[in-house]
């Protein structure tokens, strides 16, 4: 049939082009926006919007210099450290208010008041309290990400299916394997969830503790830059440390879900 | 070796459970309902839907303690001797068919040998898929794998076959017998199928409507293997005879 056979055609072209095309669209788009962006630059020269060629010469002697390198590793450090007090605490707290009715009643009016704080608030105080230090800074990012996390992984826990927990207690299932098996794959989606949410909102958190508080770090050199009046060398920082989280989540998020969620797909 | 307790009986007497329903309006599920398993005995629970079954099955199987009575259980207090199979096959969607048949064993038994259990269900060939691409009727067998398994001391199955098409059903009642029959264990199905129950069992134990308590016992004595269609009538019409407008 003539249909089918365009049917089939389209199916062949779509899958040929498929995996190619996002990242073909991708490319051209950022093209377009360094070329708007170097129009831009040229037809207003000014220091305070250099075009990208100088952005990217500050880039390449920064890296050299081993000045860039040095303070990205510790902003990552710092974002590391506080996403994975973040993780743990937001998730202990959010099964456990997830899992106790009681708890939960008495608790959320503190989570929803911890979730209104304004970050600079907390960073502040954290560094009144507890003085300008690594903890100080690293806690006070945490508790920015901590009522997210909380929100998130209660739905998780709520959404247990009791069914699952019947067949582990009949099957005298260890408290170890009930973890492994039965509760953590259930919470796995509220965690992917709150981790991605979470990386895009500590790394912002982390450049503005490090401004005030810190000496070194991609936060202090934008502080830093800013006295100087260096926009190329702030949009070089900037631009290293997007593309940095961005490779983190294509090679290290994604792969991870898609590994955590293979049982989901069904043979085609 | 025997295993502690194997010569037990499963002893049921359970005097009263209720619930409560979201009015506040108390509904008793079962009432003075005792009865007997005997060691190595396959029998049914067969009673009307609604009747209690499912709820019998829970509290026995310690899912709800919520209720006036006693029970006990072949090999209880000798680890891991209880098995069921639920109304749903209730399998690990992230884990393969192979990984959910061992997480139920115990530790001691973790890597045990279960190519002849896999076979003899005609599940060889399915033990590295998830149960999302598994049918229903395959999930099943996974579920009387994962139960068969564990080599229970007692095994409760909750309506394993129901919204079953009536020839996998049938397949299914095949293969659970001849599983079965390779290691007899004391065994209490709930159905609400007179027919599977004649096919299945040794004895079939008649429940009333709710409050469910025991009307009689009906004895099948014949071997399993005569109980071909002609059979199947006669045991039929004097069922009928002995428990008139039952089920």
């Not at chain 2, 001797?81 to 690990?92: C, G, I, K, Y």
């Not at chain 2, 079939?204 to 293997?225: C, E, K, N, T």
Request: with cysteine; hydrophobic share 50%.
């Amino acid at each position: 049939m003539n249909e089918q056979g365009d049917a089939e055609t389209a199916g062949r072209l779509r899958s040929g082009l498929g995996p190619a095309l996002p990242a073909v669209t991708v490319i051209l788009s950022l093209a377009g926006l360094l070329a708007v962006w170097s129009l831009v630059a040229a037809i207003w020269p000014s220091r305070a919007f250099p075009p990208p060629g100088a952005v990217w010469q500050e880039l390449l002697e920064d890296t050299a210099s081993g000045e860039l390198p040095y303070h990205l590793g510790v902003t990552l450090a710092r974002v590391a450290a506080s996403f994975v007090v973040a993780m743990v605490f937001g998730s202990a707290i959010g099964i456990l208010l997830g899992s106790y009715r009681r708890a939960d009643s008495f608790f959320n009016p503190w989570v929803v008041l911890f979730l209104n704080l304004p970050a600079l608030v907390i960073i502040v105080l954290a560094y009144i309290w507890f003085g300008l230090n690594e903890a100080a800074a690293i806690g006070a990012v945490a508790v920015n990400k901590i009522p997210n996390v909380v929100v998130t992984m209660r739905e998780g826990a709520r959404a247990f299916d009791p069914r699952y927990a019947e067949m582990a207690a009949v099957y005298r299932f260890s408290p170890i394997d009930r973890l492994r098996h039965i509760v953590l794959p259930q919470l796995q989606p509220y965690f992917a969830a709150a981790s991605r949410t979470g990386i895009a909102l500590i790394w912002k958190i982390v450049l503005v503790v490090e401004l005030l508080g810190r000496s070194n770090g991609v936060g202090f050199q934008i502080y830093l830059y800013f006295q100087l009046f260096d926009v190329a060398a702030i949009l070089a920082y900037t631009l290293a440390f997007v593309a940095v989280m961005l490779v983190i989540e294509l090679l290290l998020v994604q792969p991870f879900e898609r590994h955590a969620t293979r049982w989901r797909r069904r043979p085609a | 070796m025997q295993p502690v307790g194997a010569g037990v009986p499963l002893r049921v007497d359970i005097a009263e459970k209720t619930f409560k329903s979201a009015e506040g309006v108390q509904v008793t599920a079962l009432k003075e309902l005792a009865f007997e398993v005997r060691q190595g005995e396959f029998a049914c629970l067969l009673g009307p839907s609604g009747c209690g079954k499912t709820t019998t099955l829970r509290i026995l199987l310690g899912l709800d303690r919520d209720f006036r009575g006693s029970f006990q259980i072949p090999g209880a207090g000798d680890g891991n001797r209880t098995a069921a199979v639920f109304q749903e096959p209730t399998l690990l969607p992230w884990r393969t068919v192979e990984q959910n048949v061992r997480l139920a064993l115990p530790k001691a038994m973790r890597d045990a040998d279960l190519d002849r259990l896999f076979k003899t269900l005609g599940l060889a060939d399915m033990r590295t898929l998830f149960p999302s691409e598994l049918s229903l009727g395959l999930a099943r067998r996974a579920a009387l794998a994962r139960a068969f398994a564990t080599e229970p001391a007692v095994l409760f199955l909750d309506e394993p076959f129901v919204s079953l098409d009536e020839q996998t059903a049938e397949r299914l009642r095949h293969l659970l017998l001849s599983v079965w029959s390779a290691r007899p264990t004391t065994a209490l199905m709930v159905t609400h199928n007179l027919r599977e129950a004649l096919m299945l069992s040794d004895r079939i134990i008649v429940l009333s409507p709710r409050p469910a308590h025991v009307v009689g016992y009906f004895d099948v004595r014949l071997p399993r293997h005569n109980r071909n269609p002609q059979v199947m009538e006669d045991l039929l019409r004097s069922f009928h005879q002995k428990f008139p407008g039952a089920v």
